[in-house]
Nanobody
Framework: VQLQASGGGSVQAGGSLRLSCAAS????????IAWFRQAPGKEREFVSS???????YYADSVKGRFTASRDNSKNTVYLQMDSLKFEDTAVYYC????????????????????WGQGTQVTVSS
């Protein structure tokens, strides 16, 4: 199983970026994909997830600014990030939930079975 996150970069506050997470080796259509982020010196935190039906969930800190979507024909999940803030600066990771830990809440790191390598997002104020 491989997850490849891409699309990070450096932008000014108020700008936009679109992250992509390309998956291989899993039955992509049937699994939820989440985005987490980790800033220096901080714990990894939940950002967003999208389940197999396309239902999306967001952390309060990004609600209204970030939009998750998926293209099952391309085995890819996207995270459109608008109105970026300095505090959005972090390494962003995508992760796949293949159902091994269904009793853990979706915002929990341990729920997810496979992780991508991360992509850096830097927002300058």
């Amino acid at each position: 199983v491989q997850l490849q996150a891409s699309g990070g970069g450096s932008v000014q506050a108020g700008g936009s970026l679109r992250l992509s997470c390309a998956a291989s080796g899993i039955d992509f259509d049937n699994y939820a994909i989440a985005w987490f982020r980790q800033a220096p010196g901080k714990e990894r935190e939940f950002v967003s997830s999208i389940d197999r039906s396309g239902t999306t969930y967001y952390a309060d800190s990004v609600k209204g600014r970030f939009t998750a979507s998926r293209d099952n024909s391309k085995n890819t999940v996207y995270l459109q990030m608008d109105s970026l803030k300095f505090e959005d600066t972090a390494v962003y990771y995508c992760a796949a939930d293949v159902g091994r830990n269904p009793y853990l809440y979706r915002t929990t790191v341990s729920r997810y079975d496979y992780w991508g390598q991360g992509t850096q997002v830097t927002v300058s104020s």
